[in-house]
């Protein structure tokens, strides 16, 4: 099946770095349950060096993949690709991710019925099919020393972790959140004029956070649809040494995030901000 078109409505993102049987499952899932508009893939090849370029352009000849000679941050490479994108939606889709049958044209259909939305995500599930909580609250300094620091091991089930998870509020309806996890992120390309493109200082994590933030600032909305689902092989890197390489990118990256917004410290960092909108939730 070709899916090159001039003017697609939807071009699908991919960036990753030696991960070519992940690559190629996200790929099978997305054209087994494509959406009806129109679409583009794009795989960024972030410097692997195990066969992923061969193998995606073997096995999937129609798909544009773009090889990078050294690696960059997750931010360097969406934007990377966004600036070769033709699509009017723009989806961030991790390697580790299959998309559910509807899900991609749920994204799109609720993005045209809300012009306010720019941002939406679906719900993610784990292989067992069990809930992953991949729509959150914004950071507070109770959350932060309750994920990133050696009380973890003690906060792991308190409240202020559950709020964080957003664990108090249900899943299946569709809501407005403050921010989603970056593994599947759909956004109008619109957005990139008034907020502007990830931004490259977040070489890995929390430039999901910033970018949702971003669109709550310009006066937008970022949305959770959960009757979209695509499933999650999350690998949870920063969550298994503290002290850990990916760990330390984590804290790095949301020190950068406090130090780009100050007036997040004051307005947002001692306490939750969800915001509410009159959008429906069907």
């Excluded at 692997?48 to 690696?71: A, C, E, Y």
């Excluded at 961030?92 to 993005?111: G, K, R």
């Excluded at 937008?220 to 979209?228: E, H, L, N, Q």
Aim: hydrophobic share 35%; glycine share 4%; with cysteine.
């Amino acid at each position: 099946m070709s899916h090159k078109y001039n003017n697609p409505t939807l071009s699908i993102l991919i960036v990753g770095t030696n991960e070519e049987q992940l690559i190629k499952l996200c790929l099978k899932a997305v054209l087994k349950n494509p959406p009806e508009d129109s679409f583009e893939i794009l795989v960024i090849d972030n410097a692997s060096i195990d066969q992923t370029l061969s193998s995606v352009r073997n096995m999937f000849p129609s798909i544009h993949i773009f090889h990078r000679d050294k690696q960059y941050g997750f931010a360097s490479n969406n934007n990377y690709a966004i600036s070769r994108s033709k699509g009017e939606y723009l989806l961030l889709l991790n390697p580790d991710t299959e998309v559910q049958p509807h899900a991609l044209q749920i994204l799109l259909n609720f993005m045209k019925r809300h012009p306010m939305v720019d941002v939406c995500g679906p719900q993610l599930r784990f292989p067992d099919g069990t809930l992953q909580y991949s729509c959150r609250r914004f950071p507070t300094l109770k959350s932060v020393l309750a994920r990133r620091t050696p009380f973890r091991s003690i906060m792991k089930e308190s409240q202020i972790n559950k709020l964080h998870l957003m664990k108090d509020v249900n899943h299946s309806l569709t809501q407005p959140v403050d921010w989603l996890l970056g593994a599947c992120l759909l956004i109008r390309r619109s957005t990139i004029t008034t907020v502007g493109m990830l931004n490259e200082n977040f070489f890995l994590y929390v430039d999901d956070i910033d970018y949702c933030y971003r669109t709550w600032q310009s006066g937008r909305c970022v949305y959770y649809v959960p009757k979209a689902r695509v499933t999650h092989h999350h690998k949870a890197e920063s969550d298994k040494k503290l002290f850990g390489v990916h760990s330390l990118h984590h804290v790095r990256s949301m020190c950068m995030f406090l130090i780009d917004h100050p007036e997040y410290i004051k307005g947002h960092f001692f306490s939750h901000c969800l915001r509410k909108k009159n959008i429906s939730r069907s």
